[in-house]
């Protein structure tokens, strides 16, 4: 994987793309009222992401009736720089008819042990603890 960003010669401001998939716009925290992701919002995105797309995927396989799904990711970080994370929270907001909830469990289990490289990586740095919500559609 390759990844870039390119300086758009204002304040902290970049535009960041990888393998040509469109661009993402980053800021610092300088920046502020200015649009854009910080860098550690987009780790936060991109592990949500990671996560969320095994879950789903794992509990369509297990013929969940799942109608909406959300994935929420809450960091604490050091009050220090470089102000890494100290703690995670990972919630699984499943919506369905009839969810099981040792599906959503063992969905979730899989995707932190083997699927999600995200969640395994930064796992190794930080904990990240792990909770569902189940909602009866």
């Known amino acids: 994987m390759d990844a870039k960003v390119i300086w758009k010669h204002e304040g902290l401001l970049l535009d960041g793309t990888a393998a040509n998939r469109g661009q993402i716009a980053l800021a610092s925290d300088l920046d502020e009222g200015k649009p854009g992701f910080r860098p550690m919002e987009l780790l936060a995105i991109g592990l949500a992401g990671c996560t969320a797309m095994d879950v789903l995927s794992i509990l ?5 009736d799942v109608v909406d799904f959300e994935v929420r990711v809450h960091t604490e970080k050091a009050d220090t720089y470089p102000k890494v994370w100290t703690a995670a929270v990972i919630e699984y907001v499943v919506t369905g008819r009839n969810i099981d909830p040792a599906a959503v469990e063992r969905a979730m289990q ?7 490289p995200a969640q395994n990586m930064l796992g190794q740095a ?11 559609a």
């Open 110 to 116: 899989l995707s932190q042990e083997t699927y999600c």
């Open 126 to 136: 930080v904990p990240i603890e792990l909770k569902y919500t189940i909602i009866e």
């Open 60 to 64: 369509q396989k297990k013929r969940q």
